[in-house]
């Protein structure tokens, strides 16, 4: 049926466990968008090691004007 899709699917490519290749276009579309979301979102340990950095003192990152900035200790949210 046109619309519809296999949300275990596209569940078990996200995990891994099967390719792209194996979906629809309707769930390729789906598997895209949960991706670029899935991705956009920090990992486990990501915002300790990122908050350990920037606590030290190490961290660099730019400023509004595209400058090269020594970050502070606070998160940048």
């Known amino acids: 049926m ?12 996200l995990a891994g466990e099967h390719e792209t290749t194996c979906l629809t276009e309707l769930e390729k579309a789906v598997w895209s968008k949960r991706f ?27 400023d509004v004007l595209g400058e090269i900035v020594c970050t502070d200790a606070q998160p940048h949210r």
């Open 36 to 62: 670029l979301e899935k991705m956009s979102e920090p990992g486990p340990g990501e915002e300790a090691f990122f908050a350990e950095l920037r606590k030290s003192g190490n961290a660099f990152d730019l």
């Open 2 to 13: 046109p619309g519809t899709f296999d949300d275990a699917n596209i569940a078990a490519v």
